[in-house]
Nanobody, 113 residues
Framework: QVQLVESGGGLVQAGGSLRLSCAAS????????MGWYRQAPGKQRDLVAT???????NYAESVKGRFTISRDNAKNTVYLQMNSLEPEDTAVYYC???????WGQGTQVTVSS
């Protein structure tokens, strides 16, 4: 089955941390650029971070220094470590396989002040 399944979202206080995971199946994961995006209520879906098959990463300015994207090609999984979370980080977070064109179903992250 071709799919991306996110996990790890939840409710956290400002300053806390969460780690999101996205497990891929049915795609050639090791050849695909993977990304995390987020969408807050009433706003467009924005890029958070991407990571190439070779491990090069790119981040939105708003999360640089706080978030880290990583991947484990042996487990077909991409991660997003989120530290120093702020209420403005509250959103549904989506995983994407860029070349395959797949999106996950999303996982809610809520940061309370």
């Amino acid at each position: 089955q071709v799919q991306l399944v996110e996990s790890g979202g939840g409710l956290v206080q400002a300053g806390g941390s969460l780690r999101l995971s996205c497990a891929a199946s049915g795609i050639i994961f090791s050849f695909d650029t993977m990304g995390w995006y987020r969408q807050a209520p009433g706003k467009q879906r924005d890029l958070v971070a991407t990571i190439t098959p070779g491990g090069s990463s790119n981040y939105a300015e708003s999360v640089k220094g706080r978030f880290t994207i990583s991947r484990d090609n042996a487990k077909n999984t991409v991660y997003l470590q989120m530290n120093s979370l702020e209420p403005e980080d509250t959103a549904v977070y989506y995983c994407r396989a860029v070349i395959s064109g797949l999106w996950g179903q999303g996982t809610q992250v809520t940061v309370s002040s």
